[in-house]
């Protein structure tokens, strides 16, 4: 499975910003995409995804800020960015994988696409 995001840049503080991510390959072989961040010094995080089925999962900084949402294809994946803060800023990875049909919480990410970064100015 091939991953290929875009949609990143510099916006200002409370701006928004939608990332796209459009997956290619062996689509049969994944049932959840998302999307992660990583910031200078820090660990990668999970910022949210979505299973097949819909069910979603958000950290708890994207909360009530972002969306994620994908296509009736299942081939796609989008992060509507909200009131952007400065701590947003942060290489943002596409990712896709599979999860237990019966337990989304229990998955695991085995592609990756290249990040595309954001930046949040204040």
């Known amino acids: 499975v091939q991953l290929q995001a875009s949609g990143g840049g510099l916006v200002q503080v409370g701006g928004s910003l939608r990332l796209s991510c459009g997956a290619s390959g062996s689509l049969f072989s994944i049932n959840v995409m998302g999307w992660y961040r990583q910031a200078p010094g820090k660990q990668r995080e999970l910022v949210a995804f979505m299973t097949n089925e819909g069910t979603t999962r958000y950290s708890d900084s994207a909360k009530a800020r972002f969306i994620v949402s994908r296509d009736n294809a299942k081939s796609s994946v989008h992060l509507q960015m909200n009131s952007l803060k400065p701590e947003d800023t942060a290489v943002y990875y596409c990712?896709?994988?599979?999860?237990?049909?019966?337990?989304?919480?229990?998955?695991?990410?085995?592609?990756w696409g290249k990040g595309t970064q954001v930046t949040v100015s204040s």
């Open positions: 990712a896709a994988g599979f999860s237990d049909p019966d337990q989304p919480d229990v998955y695991a990410m085995h592609h």
